[in-house]
Structures are given as C-alpha cells and as structure tokens.
C-alpha cells in the first residue's frame, strides 16, 4: 500500500517541505551543528550518511 493511498493530498505535499524533510531542502548553510546516529544494521543508515554528507557540505 503506497502512503498516498493513507493520506491526505495535503500531507502528500508537506512530506516535501524542508522542515519535514530536512534531506530534501534546496541548501543546507547556514544550519546548526547536529547530532547524527546511525547504527550498522539500521535501516535508515544509508539516509543518514547521505543526511550528514549534506550538512558537511553546506558547512
């Protein structure tokens, strides 16, 4: 079952929203130094590695 089959359109369209999901916001300067932790056989892991790139990257 795909999740716009559980929800409304409108929370469809905030799961794009940068307070929502912080990976999909057009930069990322300017933030807060952060906390990540990911264990090894998580399965959110990979997004967390992509998370923390982007945060080292936007500095």
């Not at 795909?2 to 905030?14: G, V, Y």
């Not at 933030?31 to 990911?38: C, D, Y």
């Amino acid at each position: 079952m795909s999740f716009s089959r559980l929800a409304p359109k409108e929370i469809e369209e905030d799961i794009y929203l940068p307070h929502i999901s912080p990976m999909l916001a057009p930069y990322h300067a300017g933030l807060p130094k952060a906390l990540i932790i990911g264990a090894e056989f998580d399965g959110l892991r990979i997004q967390t590695e992509v998370y923390a790139k982007q945060l080292l990257e936007g500095g």
